[in-house]
């Protein structure tokens, strides 16, 4: 099993900035690819970005780029999103999800395992 714990949410303004965490423990060599996904009321769940642990390659949501950074520290074994000119549709909840496969993968349901979420609003 893979745990993953999500930090570093809360209430925001429009154009700032914040970064979540997601901490990997248990079978850490099991988590490959690690995903972003947020889910805001009322929509599906949508991907946001992934890194690999072994390159640091990543991918991101087109909604994202330019603002969202993925990043990645083997040591510490967590996974980072900095989050920059946050606007309100960014407002969701935020999820950490580890993908036993080796390729980045934007379907949720090809990641394996799931944090509990951390929730990010942004007002305006």
């Known amino acids: 099993q893979v745990q993953l714990v999500e930090s570093g949410g809360g209430l925001m303004q429009a154009g700032d900035s914040l970064r979540l965490s997601c901490a990997v423990s248990g079978r850490t060599f099991s988590a490959y690819t690690m995903g972003w996904f947020r889910q805001a009321p009322g929509k599906e769940r949508e991907f946001v970005s992934a890194?690999?642990?072994?390159?640091?390659?990543?991918h991101y949501a087109d909604f994202v780029k330019g603002r969202f950074t993925v990043s990645r520290d083997n040591a510490k074994r967590t996974v980072y999103l900095q989050m920059n000119s946050l606007n309100p549709e960014d407002t969701a909840v935020y999820y950490c999800a580890a993908s036993s496969r080796f390729y980045i993968s934007t379907y949720g349901h090809l990641y394996d395992y799931w944090g509990q979420g951390t929730q990010v609003t942004v007002s305006s």
């Open positions: 890194i690999k642990w072994s390159s640091a390659s990543t």
